[in-house]
């Protein structure tokens, strides 16, 4: 796609091509609150990388122009996100690279300490988690 220039009546038309969108978008689940992002760089002369939301493309960040990943943080425990990014050249935003979502990791249930009722039977609980609480015996 192309960017459109208003020029005066006097000027021949100019057509900007939008740098192409980077590739290979990925993020890889790194905790309950933490993704890392990354993709491949396939633009010249780029000034920087924009990390958007998919749901409303709102920036989350902003990164120099050599930098192919980038972990988020201060996520939810068992949450999507969806996010793509952007090359920005002088001449304006680049296309999109394809979204991503991943769901970050539940929060691991807290084993509480286990007691043996007689000789066959054991009794095991545990506190909320990612599944609620609950006991098994």
């Known amino acids: 796609s192309a960017l459109a220039v208003n020029l005066t009546p006097s000027t021949t038309a100019l057509v900007v091509t939008r740098p192409g969108a980077p ?14 992002w990354s993709w491949t760089d396939t633009t010249v002369n780029k000034t920087q990388f924009e990390v958007r939301r998919d749901t409303d493309d709102s920036l989350l960040a902003t990164l120099s122009s050599n930098t192919v990943t980038w972990t ?3 996520l ?12 920005v050249v002088p001449s304006g935003e680049g296309l999109a690279s394809g979204s991503d979502t991943r769901t970050t990791y539940a ?15 054991l009794t095991v609980t545990w506190t909320a ?3 609620g609480a609950g006991s098994l015996g």
Do not use: D
């Not at 590739?23 to 890392?36: D, P």
């Not at 929060?107 to 039977?121: A, D, E, H, Y």
């Open 72 to 74: 988020e943080s201060g």
């Open 23 to 36: 590739t290979g978008f990925a993020g890889v689940i790194q905790s309950t609150g933490s993704i890392a």
């Open 107 to 121: 929060n691991v249930p807290t084993l509480q300490p286990f007691s043996l009722i007689g000789t066959s039977t």
């Open 76 to 87: 939810s425990p068992n949450s999507a996100y969806g996010r793509h990014v952007h090359a």
């Open 129 to 131: 988690g990612a599944f």
